[in-house]
């Protein structure tokens, strides 16, 4: 088959499309072919379990290597432009090109096969030949690993069938291996597992703050705030009450003596604490009342009430 740069182009994109669709199709078989090992180390069969788990191991490295030719492919298909160039291969693509041939004898892929043929016209049957049996080392050694026909190691197989032991939720070891799970301390003694701590401690961080501080921190903080309204509120009140003449200004001589105003004193903290309502004498003083503007008595006790309510 002679050499077509269009053709040759063509080809390694199909070669790219049939290497994804093997990779998906192979994935997707030992996916099923790992829930039936599973199934075989449940019911006790470890040896059919041993003797299957090996070709799942060479399936994956199967997959491993089509991935390898595949970017193989797309790097040719950027570079495509040196293999036209000269009769020989150019260093820069020189493991690419080698690669292919040697996987193209190797994979079950038909566009690799006729990629080999193409660059055998090109670049000589013996060139080609020597890539086939790797006789110079050209081809990528990781390639080489994993389409290798040998058998996969006793510890590779073990490692596999503890991993799919461990996906499927199935309780089996390999003999000589204790069953002491990882998580279990030096001593053989399970450590007891850690209660969560309950939300009501977290709502109750104030309140244990105030006990440290002592008994009767927290009686003392609330009656000074309460104390301290209250005399505003009494403050208040007794600006709005007249003002009563004293007993210089009574010019009957009577010992009567005007009420002083009520002295406050802090209330203890109760949920409704009532204010104590200053008395106010009755008595008419002899001497003419002032003229001024001054609320009634009633007028005073509605404002007192509108207070207490606020």
């Not at 470890?46 to 491993?64: H, K, M, Q, T």
């Not at 080489?144 to 499927?168: D, G, N």
């Not at 291996?177 to 990882?182: F, L, Q, R, V």
């Not at 309204?229 to 009450?241: F, I």
Request: proline share 8%.
């Amino acid at each position: 088959m002679r050499f077509s740069l269009s053709k040759f182009k063509v080809e390694l994109k199909l070669s790219v499309n049939r290497l994804r669709l093997l990779q998906a199709k192979k994935s997707s078989l030992n996916a099923k072919a790992r829930r039936e090992i599973a199934t075989l180390l449940e019911s006790g069969k470890e040896r059919s379990a041993y003797i299957r788990v090996e070709n799942i191991i060479r399936e994956d490295f199967n997959v491993e290597a089509l991935e390898i030719v595949e970017l193989y492919c797309e790097l040719l298909t950027a570079r495509v432009g040196l293999i036209e160039q000269s009769r020989t291969v150019d260093p820069g693509i020189s493991e690419a090109v080698w690669s292919i041939v040697y996987a193209s004898t190797r994979a079950d892929v038909r566009e690799l096969v006729i990629l080999r043929e193409m660059l055998t016209s090109k670049f000589g049957a013996e060139a080609v030949k020597g890539a086939i049996d790797n006789a110079e080392g050209q081809v990528d050694p990781k390639l080489v690993r994993k389409l290798s026909p040998q058998a996969p190691p006793t510890e590779l197989v073990k490692l596999y069938l503890k991993e799919i032991a461990s996906v499927y939720r199935v309780n089996w070891r390999p003999e000589g291996e204790n069953d002491d799970s990882n998580d279990t301390p030096s001593g053989g003694v399970k450590e007891p597992a850690r209660l969560a701590t309950p939300p009501a401690a977290f709502e109750c961080a104030e309140l244990d703050d105030l006990l440290d501080e002592g008994p009767d921190a927290a009686k003392t903080g609330d009656s000074q705030n309460s104390a301290g309204s209250d005399t505003d509120k009494d403050k208040e009140v007794s600006d709005l009450l007249p003002s009563v003449p004293s007993t210089s200004e009574n010019p009957s001589g009577s010992d009567s003596v005007a009420p002083k105003p009520p002295v406050t004193k802090p209330l203890a903290p109760k949920p409704a604490a009532k204010l104590p309502v200053p008395v106010v004498s009755r008595a008419k003083p002899s001497a003419p009342a002032p003229k001024d503007d001054l609320p009634s008595l009633d007028e005073l006790q509605r404002r007192f009430d509108a207070l207490k309510r606020g």
